[in-house]
């Protein structure tokens, strides 16, 4: 009779835990910087048939302006834009002082090894080459989410463990 107890707590957890991703994902704001006007306009329409909320910026500079202004959980770059970089943009993000993770993906056709490194030293957490395939970025995004995820679950973990030291 126990065992039945625990087994219906745990189904409990597991629809808990299904209901928060949901949620996180739902609540999830994309900004994407592009300034090719059709791939922006395609990473938007593919982002938001997929339940993110975007926003959709054509240059370093005014993604910058808009990170900062925002909270945004994944970035979406190209690597060569007009007057701030895609590199530079992850630059400064890592930088910024924010206390939830912004997960950075690199979009370019720049293909080579070192520009692959480059981007990576920048700060940034994957990378897709250009031109992408939507399924290829879905399946990226779903790795975002997941690490998203528990960044935040490990953040209330120590919150937990704080008051629970705090309390003792």
């Not at 922006?40 to 808009?66: M, P």
């Amino acid at each position: 009779m126990q065992s039945a107890a625990m087994a219906q707590k745990s189904n409990r957890a597991i629809v808990a835990f299904r209901r928060k991703i949901v949620i996180v994902i739902w609540l999830m704001k994309v900004l994407i910087a592009e300034d090719d006007r059709d791939s922006r306009e395609l990473l938007s329409w593919i982002l938001e048939k997929l339940g993110y909320q975007v926003i959709a910026t054509s240059n370093g500079r005014e993604a910058w302006d808009a990170y900062r202004k925002g909270r945004f959980r994944i970035v979406i770059s190209d690597v060569l834009m007009p007057e701030v970089d895609g590199l530079e943009l992850c630059r400064k993000i890592r930088l910024h002082k924010q206390s939830k993770y912004t997960y950075i993906i690199i979009i370019t056709a720049l293909i080579g090894k070192k520009d692959y490194l480059e981007g990576m030293e920048a700060g940034a957490d994957d990378f897709v080459s250009k031109p992408f395939d939507p399924d290829e970025l879905k399946a990226r995004l779903r790795v975002a989410e997941r690490i998203i995820s528990f960044q935040e679950q490990a953040v209330a973990a120590e919150q937990q463990t704080a008051k629970n030291v705090g309390t003792a």
